[in-house]
């Protein structure tokens, strides 16, 4: 049968059924995570706050490279995809019931936990289906990336403006069903079959994609994108918490400024990969980054809004100039057989290792530079924005990629 005819294979169906599915896995998230902080804190709870943004990042240190060998070696990406989405979406209503119901607060971090094994390898596994199955997926790539940016939104709209959630857990509940509809949507995605053999142990445990290190200019990528990680863990522990500070009431629906832009950005994406050198685009994302954090740091000095909501709307196109460029060119420069561990080891590094060390980091310099919740948030936002040149130095002076196609 041609492919055009079969529905599966169509390209119109395959990108209609990437971006509902890529709408779904932002909405989910977009719903909860940035009112978690505010949420923990109307329950007295705000000393569990690193904790809770740690647990995430410890969980994917290990799951996504595992995902991304099983989906190279042995199961078909996009069930992976749906299965692992089942688990997380039963692990997020066990962690918002055990909050209503007042139990100890461990017992929440050990559903978030469950939440994170099963969903961290998510990103990357649906990069893997998107990259297999689009035509010119350096240019439709972002057009079907940007699903999830639009669905992030609607959850944090729908959070602060129709569930008036921004402190209570029934977000929580809506995340759940929400990614329970992403796992059922995730059955129209087409098959996407391993590529890969497995071999040793270390092949089943996706640590080959460590062989990606030997190459100088991604050693230097995958070390500026673990330190560029641990300021930007900051956005969504406290930016919403210094919202609430300056006087926003909805401080959930306020942070989608930044998938906003983010939209934004990955329209123009597209076209600008196939004109500029891909170091261009990143140190533009690690210089505004700089900038990104200044702006808030100027809200804690002065107390006008303006400078953190700019802050906000800046933080949208940094995310999308280094992630999502990111994500195209690793599946540009890996063998087949290895693009899903090399987009777990992506995921690993910006959602595990970066995090883990950020969540504590930023939680650290809250405690040092806010103690009373109100006053020093100038100097907390500042030293994130030192962080983010120090990245943009780093990058700037070893990162070669002297030809078009370097990552």
């Not at 500070?245 to 990969?273: C, H, K, Y």
């Not at 802050?311 to 060119?329: E, N, P, R, S």
Request: proline share 5%.
């Amino acid at each position: 049968m041609d492919d055009d005819r079969n529905p599966a294979m169509n390209p119109r169906w395959v990108f209609a059924a990437l971006w509902m599915v890529f709408f779904l896995q932002g909405m989910a998230p977009g719903l909860w995570i940035p009112a978690l902080t505010n949420i923990l804190g109307s329950m007295g709870l705000r000393e569990w706050v690193p904790w809770a943004f740690v647990v995430s990042p410890v969980c994917a240190l290990i799951s996504p490279l595992v995902a991304g060998a099983l989906a190279d070696q042995r199961v078909p990406a996009n069930r992976l995809f749906a299965w692992s989405s089942v688990v997380a979406a039963f692990g997020l209503l066990g962690a918002f019931l055990v909050l209503d119901a007042g139990f100890h607060p461990l017992w929440f971090l050990v559903c978030i936990g469950v939440v994170s094994l099963a969903g961290g390898p998510s990103w990357g596994l649906l990069a893997t289906v998107s990259m297999t199955h689009l035509k010119q997926g350096e240019r439709t790539f972002p057009l079907v990336r940007v699903g999830a940016t639009l669905g992030w939104i609607v959850g944090g709209l729908i959070t602060s403006h129709m569930l008036m959630s921004d402190t209570s857990v029934h977000c929580g509940y809506a995340a759940a069903g929400v990614r329970l509809a992403a796992a059922i949507a995730a059955m129209l995605l087409p098959l996407t079959l391993p590529l890969g053999t497995a071999g040793s142990w270390k092949s089943r445990l996706g640590l080959d994609a460590f062989v990606l290190m030997k190459q100088r200019d991604h050693l230097v990528f995958f070390i500026v994108t673990a330190l560029y990680s641990i300021p930007l863990t900051s956005i969504y522990m406290y930016a919403p918490e210094f919202l609430k500070v300056l006087g926003d009431p909805r401080p959930t629906g306020t942070m989608t400024i930044a998938q906003m832009l983010e939209a934004v950005s990955m329209f123009a994406l597209g076209a600008m990969m196939t004109r500029m050198r891909v170091k261009t685009l990143l140190m533009w994302s690690l210089g505004f980054s700089v900038l990104r954090f200044a702006l808030s740091a100027s809200a804690g000095w002065t107390g006008f809004i303006g400078w953190h909501l700019g802050g906000i709307a800046l933080h949208g196109m940094c995310y999308t100039f280094y992630f999502v460029t990111a994500q195209i060119f690793l599946d540009r420069r890996v063998d087949p057989g290895m693009k899903g561990q090399a987009q777990g080891l992506l995921s690993m590094v910006s959602g595990g290792l970066g995090p883990l060390i950020g969540a504590l980091v930023c939680g650290w310099l809250r405690e040092y530079f806010v103690a009373d919740g109100v006053h020093g948030w100038g100097a907390f936002w500042m030293t994130l924005s030192v962080m983010a040149a120090l990245c943009f130095v780093i990058f700037g002076l070893f990162y070669r990629g002297r030809t078009k196609d370097s990552i």
